[in-house]
């Protein structure tokens, strides 16, 4: 069973960057999509980007483009999303998914596995 632990989250000021880790725990395979999603307080769970398995394909969701950039390490199990010019609307719980395929997808049904969060809390 595929498991994933979220890290790198905490308490930024605007303009400052983030850098979150996703380890991929018990799946011996890099054949699999992921995904980075954020949930902030009383709203739905979003998509943020996500990456193939190669890495060849990324997608962004628009108010991020330009600032972060989502990368993977298969030799290491890890993805990574690098969050630059924070913003304090980017305050939100971030969550790493994995797909069981290749492809990436933009929905939360997308994807089979899903860690377990971590904060980001961007101060103006």
């Known amino acids: 069973q595929m498991q994933l632990v979220e890290s790198g989250g905490g308490l930024v000021q605007a303009g400052d960057s983030l850098r979150l880790s996703c380890a991929v725990v018990g799946h011996r395979n890099s054949d699999y999509a992921m995904g980075w999603f954020r949930q902030a307080p009383g709203k739905e769970r979003e998509f943020v980007a996500a990456?193939?398995?190669?890495?060849?394909?990324?997608y962004y969701e628009d108010s991020v483009k330009g600032r972060f950039t989502i990368s993977r390490h298969n030799a290491r199990n890890t993805a990574y999303l690098l969050m630059n010019s924070l913003k304090p609307e980017d305050t939100a719980v971030y969550y790493c998914?994995?797909?069981?395929?290749?492809?990436?997808?933009?929905?939360?049904?997308?994807?089979?596995?899903w860690g377990q969060g971590t904060q980001v809390t961007v101060s103006s």
């Open positions: 990456i193939s398995w190669g890495g060849g394909t990324t």
């Open positions: 998914a994995a797909r069981d395929q290749g492809l990436p997808g933009r929905g939360r049904y997308d994807y089979d596995y």
